[in-house]
Each structure stands twice: as C-alpha cells, then as structure tokens.
C-alpha cells in the first residue's frame, strides 16, 4: 500500500472497521470505537443523539411504541456494531457534543471545548455508550447520552450556534440537506417551477418549502397526513395549497395534488411514498427522495411501469453551505419555527 492511499483510508476511517474488513466505515457490520484518537482524529463526548425519523419510526413500530424495548433495541445496536446504523432502515441520525481531544493532524479546525454537532451519518461514526441511555424514556427522536464519538478527517461538523436551544439546532440540522438540495433542484428547474413537498408539516419537509419558495419557485404544494396537520401547514403559511393525503397511496396523492407539478420533495418518514411521488410529477419533471425509507426498487421501477418520465434524485445529505441555509431558514422563517418547536421534545 503507498503512503498515499494509507493516508486517504486512514482519513475515511477505514482503518475502524472491524467487519467486514476493508469496506468504508458506513458499509461496515461493526466498527471500533475505542475512544484513543489517531493523529487526525477527533474525540467527542456526546451530549444527545437524534435519531433518523425513519429509524425512529421502525424501531417504535416494531417495538409497539415501548419505550423500554426501543432504548434497549437502540444500546443493542450500538454495542454490537460500534455505530447507530439502524440494520433494517439502513439509517442513523446525528449528534451534539463537546470536543473533548484533537489530534495534531485533524484538518477540521475543531478545539477541545467546542460544541459540536456531527453533519455525518452516525451509520459512520464510532460510537461508544456509557450511560446506558438511563435519561431516556424511548419515546423521541432526541436521545440524552453519555459517551464518545469519533471523527474522522474527512468527517463534517458544525460548531453549535449559540442563539438556539441545542435540541433545536438538532433537529434542524439533521435536515438540513433537505432544503439545500430543494433549493439547487428549484434553481435548476427553469423558470418558477411548481413544487409538491410530502411531509410538508414534518421538519425536513417545512424547510424545504421554505426554501422554494425563497428559491422562487410558482405553486407551492404541501402534503400532510391528516386535518390537524393541514391546520398547522396552512397557519405557518408556507404552501399555496394545503392538501390531505396518504403519500402511500399514489392515487389519491396524485387526485389532492391535482394538476402534476415540476418538483416533488418526498419528507415522509414511512415507506411506499414513491409511486405517489411519481404520478404527482409532471413528465420532464423532478423527484427529489429525501426520505430515508425510500426503495431504490420501487422508485425505478415504478417508474417504469408508469412510463414517467421523470429525473429522480437521492436527497445527498451533503451540500455546500447547507448548514448555514437551513439555520437561516429557521431563524427568518415564523412557520418553519411554529412547525418544528412543537415537534423538538428537551
Ligand atoms: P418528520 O419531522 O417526522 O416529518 C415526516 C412527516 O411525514 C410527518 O409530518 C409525518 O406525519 C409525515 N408522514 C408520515 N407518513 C406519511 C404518509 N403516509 N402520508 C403523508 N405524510 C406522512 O421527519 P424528518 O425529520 O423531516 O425526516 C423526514 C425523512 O427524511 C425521514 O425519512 C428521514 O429518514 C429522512 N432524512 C434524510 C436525510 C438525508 O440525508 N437524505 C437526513 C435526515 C433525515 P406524522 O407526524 O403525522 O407521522
């Protein structure tokens, strides 16, 4: 092996793995998360995780809304693979915490004593419990922990702003790839492109119409499940129209939409928005899957079975500056902060 490519490896964490060996940390079974840093490494004592709304979702559905076996289901996780990689949505989530060491040769520019949160997937980050997540009842997103985590080289992270409550900042910037790519995809799109997001009330979902319609995109659409949502939808004023309906089902999705638009956003949290997704886009249009629980499968082929003719785009977690968007968003936004506060538990 050169120096070269021991150095890139060494700086995507690839020397963590444990199993199976050799792959990226994010493909990995198992990871090591022994809180001795290498030169260009960066320890963090974690102070709360927030998990992927998806993962969330799973792990409460399968444990019947629990709270004992969901924090249980959780430290199983994490104990045995080293990392908060949800094995069945394939998802993690994010984390805030305090640096607590810097190696000599991290390029991060972090010092000991920031508060950080991690703007890479926990499905990567080394990972090491120690509370046994005593504060945790299992019933939220937002998880208060003691323990460590680690960040690589070529790993992101944002120092926490100081004008806004940590389990807020959170929970925006989990999310905040969402409206950065809305953004790119509605500049894109050609002049005032008409815009459907599902999950419009969810956090993801109400940044990402914020962030059209300062992208200046033409009707905005926003999809919510039921009556109270659309209640709250149409207060924040965020949307053009407000519409109910099960993203799950493609045929009424597409009837409450009505005329197809240029852009659909899927922010849902459960699986089987894909087809839905498809019939409310118009063809030459844009589907942008957000959505962890997103099936490549049935996105691809139901759009061939439905012959639209659609670009469809993975919601990329990662963009230029999309930290900073979407704090804006919610610091200028009155409705993105009446939307998410209610949904962000201390
Ligand atoms: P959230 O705040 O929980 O919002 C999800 C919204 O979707 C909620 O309003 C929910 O309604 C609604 N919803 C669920 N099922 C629906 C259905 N069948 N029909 C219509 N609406 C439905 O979630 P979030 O934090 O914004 O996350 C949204 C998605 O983004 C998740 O899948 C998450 O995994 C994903 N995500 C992706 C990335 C990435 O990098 N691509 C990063 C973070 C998160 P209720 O509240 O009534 O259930």
Redesign the pocket.
Known sequence: MTVASDLLQRSLGVHRVLDPVGVLPQAATRLDPDPRIAPDEVRIAVERLNL????FRQLAEEHGGDGDAVRAAVLGIVGSRGKMHNPV?G?GGMLVGTVEEVGPESPLGLCPGDRVATLVSLTLTPLRITDGLARWDGRSEQVPAAGTAVLFARSIAAVLPDDLPTEVALAVL??C??PAATERVVHRAGHRPSVAV??A?????CLSLAAARDARAGRLVG????EA?ATALRAAGLADQVVV????DPLALAAAVGRPVDVTVV????P??EHGALLATADGGTVLF????TSFSAAALGAEGLAADVTMLV???YTPGHAALALHLYRCTPGVRALIDP?VRA
């Open positions: 992927d709304a998806a993962s949505t998802s989990d999310v790839g969402a599902l999950g009330a969810g956090k993801s979902g999809v919510v499940r039921n949502e309906a099960d993203a799950t922010c849902v949290d459960a089987g928005a957000f959505s962890m629980a919601g990329n977690g949904r």
